[in-house]
């Protein structure tokens, strides 16, 4: 009993054990593979036959017979067309067009007709390897795809076979659905309606031409009011301008003489003499500074302000430089005391002249005109 005991098993049996339990392992993932692959090409297989969208417009091409004889719908130019309007419903109608060649050229037509056939309800349906379920009207109808360029529907023995219309109009598309709705609702039997894309057309082409010509009359209205606009301000400020030279030619000597006293006077005071210093030290001139040097002009050159602002838009600069050239100051001192440069100042002195006398003219002109103010 103690030998028996003491047996073991022996090495050569462990080693043929772990290599059957390791084939076993290796079948049983070789088995989950082949399911997962399987499962794979099945949600792909289903994938693919779930892709078929119907949506939009199909031309009827030719019907295929029993017998295998290919037939044209009626006549050429004329065959069925329908719309699928999501995965619920579909518009049939029977489309002619005036170009009597090919089923697919109503697709671009001009001028089409359409006599309204039906609207439908439709379920398309994927029920499993290569089947889709159609049903028209709860009527089961066999359906077989070309990819996504035909289809074939078949109906009592036949073969309808449709392309999709891609070429046709998104606004042909809708103006068809709505004619057919409204005549079934209507019940108006099976009349023909024209659409006439040439008319569309040649009316949206009226709409342009309309708003082209809104367009151009308004803008030669602008013109005609801006040019307006700058014509009497041209006159109104030759009118000032005629006015300040009469005003200036018959002033009586007197006058003049005492006007000419007043200026001296101001040009030797202690305000310009210390304004003077300061200009000529660089210094820049503080806000309050310049509404004291307009009270103290005021006085000396009444009405001076008035009509340099009245003759002409002015910017804050342009109306400073103006005050700089009545108190006898250089170019390059407005310069300084402006923080401008030199070439700066002689531009705004041009552009003024410019802007009041509508011609092109000097700083030393403007200067020449503002002093006699």
Known sequence: MKFANNLQTPDWAIHEENNYFCLMKKRKYILISIVASLILTSCNEKEKHTSYDLSGAWIMTHIVDITGGVHDYSRSGTTLCRIYEGDSIFYECEISTLKPDRPQDIMTASDVSIVPIEKTDYTLKYIGGSNTLYLENGKKRPITFAGDTAMSIQRHGEKYMWIPARKMNPTRIEEIKNIITTNLRDNQGTDRFVL?????????????????????????????????????????????????????????????????????????????????????????????????????????????????????????????????IKLRVSPSEMAVTLSKDTSSISSIRSRLCQKVFQRKGSSKEWDSFVLSL
């Not at 000032?240 to 006077?265: D, F, K």
């Not at 009509?307 to 103006?322: D, K, Q």
């Open 196 to 324: 006439p894309t040439t008319e569309r057309q040649l009316e949206a082409a009226n709409h342009t031409l309309t708003h082209l010509i809104i367009i151009l009359v308004l803008s030669v209205l602008f013109i005609v009011y801006s040019a307006t606009n700058i014509y009497r301000k041209k006159k109104r400020i030759e009118q000032q301008l005629r006015q300040i030279n009469e005003e200036r030619e018959q002033r009586p000597q007197p006058v003049r003489q005492a006007m000419a006293e007043v200026e001296e006077q101001f040009l030797s005071s202690d305000f310009y003499l210390s304004l003077r210093r300061r200009i000529t030290a660089g210094e820049h001139l503080k806000p309050q500074d310049w509404k004291e040097v307009e009270q103290q002009i005021r006085p000396v050159w009444p009405g001076f302000t008035n009509r340099l602002l009245g003759l002409c838009h002015m910017s804050e600069l342009e109306y400073r430089v103006c005050l700089l």
